[in-house]
């Protein structure tokens, strides 16, 4: 076990306080393989019978357990100790992220229960919690085989195969508690305005905000660009004028500090974040970035590690994987079937790397109208926590959506996108079969053959290109198209048993040729305004990475200088 506790950094950093408790580390830890606990009340019970490193869950090697097989539930406990100050105003019990359902006791008071595997959640634990010493205890339950809980890209089957890997049961992102005071900022939404040289913020609160004052204030580099303070109700706008204007931008990202203050009768509360100015529109040639045409050289991200499987073992990690990326030419990722950590969007927004926000929509059976009760919520919970970072410009709630699933969901799920965010596209399924509402068309190909590949989009000029399902599917001619997902050349000569797109090449240099010359008819293309190469590392048994799966180099120098190159060179639509 590590001594020291892992991912020890505030784990929600556009909502950042001082006073907060890290509660990750070791936690006794028990298998409940036959989802009896509850009706034992094991919650009272003292039958914990090993310890796990928490945030990686059981599945991982860092969690100091590494058990693959299914995992029906979990039990979960640990102590920890609130100073007396603590007490004066509310506590706040706060999990990043637990698969799938689960519920969580405080000093063996029920705290609260949450279903949803990727998104946070929190339980104000004040009236079970108490000054000193306090115990918590979560219980977790996971089934990837029902098909009525969305399991991305976790293994259905007892082994990882084709493009399935290890499952990640229970908790796998930070736990901590923070103590506010009676009256607090719950959350806050900030819209940019570009044009207008300001932000709107949407604050919401909790407790009584009778004769309380919020206090927005935004500075660059160290120096302040705007102020605004106004009285306090349960939801409150704010329009907050900016006297300078720096705009985030891929590759060269300007971000602005933000503090939030609220202050009544004895008491205050202050949380830090940042924001950056930028707006995306979607025009004839595709994504626009500030009223300029961007050209998306993408990476399909898995989010995959092979020691913490969903958990990266560090922050340093995160940032680490985007800029190996950037420094291939890459500007961004399809966050795939998965929601990322909240810091890996941190250094996102801090590199200027542009990211589509998914969903892990496998697992889910959209055949039947009674999933969308489970996937919605779940879904829009994801959109409302990553709304503020400005490298998300693109939601994506579904993914190769096939013949058999409804177009009513598909249609749902992507009205209600809009509505919670008109700011950015919205991409109703990726690949496959659209359901007549999308704001970019995308395609998945697989070729492996360039020539062949140019064929597919030699006359998109006349409205006609490459289907996914030709019979089901029709591109209406009109705007940009986006091959969100090509390549994934099999190569890995280590590796006999594998899996991967196409014949394998005989040589680096054939993948290495293989890639350059898809790319090139991707960037060469002027309807096609963005492409998504399959993928970035090896992960398990798929054998298609630009990396190997612990993120080492698979090939020559040469090799990668070729593919920067070719991901450099200037695309039609950007030739205005």
Not at 299 to 319: H, M, N, W
Not at 520 to 544: G, H, S, W
């Amino acid at each position: 076990m590590m001594s020291s506790i892992p991912r020890p950094e505030y784990p929600r950093p556009q909502m950042m306080r001082q006073a907060f408790l890290n509660l990750n580390g070791e936690w006794d830890f028990s298998f409940d393989f036959s989802n009896s606990g509850l009706e034992r009340n094991y919650q009272l019970e003292e039958n914990f019978d090993r310890k796990i490193l928490v945030p990686f869950c059981p599945e991982s090697t860092l969690s100091g357990i590494g058990f693959t097989d299914f995992i029906p539930a979990v039990w979960y406990k640990r102590t920890f100790s609130l100073p007396a100050e603590a007490m004066n105003g509310r506590i706040l019990l706060h999990f990043g992220a637990v698969d799938y359902r689960c519920k969580v006791w405080v000093n063996d008071v029920e705290c609260g229960s949450h279903q949803g595997g990727y998104t946070p959640f929190t339980f104000d634990i004040t009236d079970a919690a108490r000054a000193g010493e306090n115990k918590v205890v979560l219980w977790a339950e996971d089934d990837v085989r029902s098909q009525m809980q969305p399991r991305g890209k976790q293994s259905s089957k007892l082994y990882s195969h084709g493009c399935d890997y290890t499952r990640t049961t229970g908790i796998w992102q930070t736990v901590w508690v923070e103590w506010v005071p009676n009256t607090y900022l719950a959350s806050y939404r900030l819209l940019p305005d570009r044009r207008n040289s300001k932000v709107t913020l949407k604050l919401n609160f909790e407790g009584c905000t009778r004769d309380a004052v919020i206090t927005a204030a935004a500075s660059l580099n160290g120096k302040e660009v705007g102020k605004v303070s106004a009285s306090a109700g349960p939801c409150t706008l704010l329009e907050l004028p900016l006297s300078e204007a720096a705009l985030w931008e891929p590759g060269t990202p300007v971000l602005y500090d933000l503090k939030l203050t609220l202050e009544g009768p004895g008491y205050t509360d202050s949380v830090t974040g940042y924001f950056g100015l930028r707006d995306v529109e979607v025009r004839e040639k595709g994504i626009y970035l500030n009223g300029k045409p961007v050209y998306q050289r993408l990476v399909l991200d898995q989010g995959f590690y092979p020691d913490g499987i969903y958990t990266a073992p560090s922050d340093e990690a995160l940032k680490e994987d985007i800029v190996r990326y950037q420094e291939l030419g890459f500007n961004g990722a399809r966050l795939h079937q998965k929601v990322f950590e909240p810091r890996f969007l941190y250094w996102a927004d801090h590199l200027g790397y542009l990211c589509w926000g998914e969903y892990p929509s496998w697992g889910i059976d959209l055949r039947k109208p009674e999933t969308l009760a489970i996937y919605q919520p779940e879904w829009l919970e994801s959109v409302d926590r990553d709304f503020n970072h400005p490298a998300i410009i693109g939601w994506c709630p579904l993914n190769e959506t096939a013949a058999a699933h409804r177009l009513d969901i598909t249609r749902t799920l992507y009205e209600v996108t809009k509505r919670a965010d008109p700011t950015r596209p919205v991409i109703d399924t990726s690949g496959y079969i659209h359901c007549g509402k999308t704001d970019i068309y995308d395609i998945h190909d697989y070729e492996q053959d360039p020539v062949v590949m140019a064929e597919h989009y030699a006359h998109t000029e006349d409205g006609v290109c490459y289907q996914n399902f030709p019979d089901l599917d029709h591109w209406d001619g009109k705007g940009a198209l986006f091959i969100s997902e090509y390549g994934g050349t099999w190569w890995n000569p280590d590796i006999k048993d594998g899996w991967g797109y196409g014949k394998q090449p005989q040589s680096e240099q054939e993948v290495c040729d293989r890639y350059c010359g898809l790319t090139k008819v991707l960037l060469e293309n002027p309807r096609i305004c963005a492409f998504c190469y399959t993928q970035p590392y090896d992960v398990e048994q798929e054998q298609n990475g630009l990396f190997r799966y612990d993120r080492s180099p698979k090939f020559s120098e040469e090799v990668y200088r070729q593919i920067r190159e070719t991901n450099l060179l200037t695309a039609a639509i950007e030739q205005e």
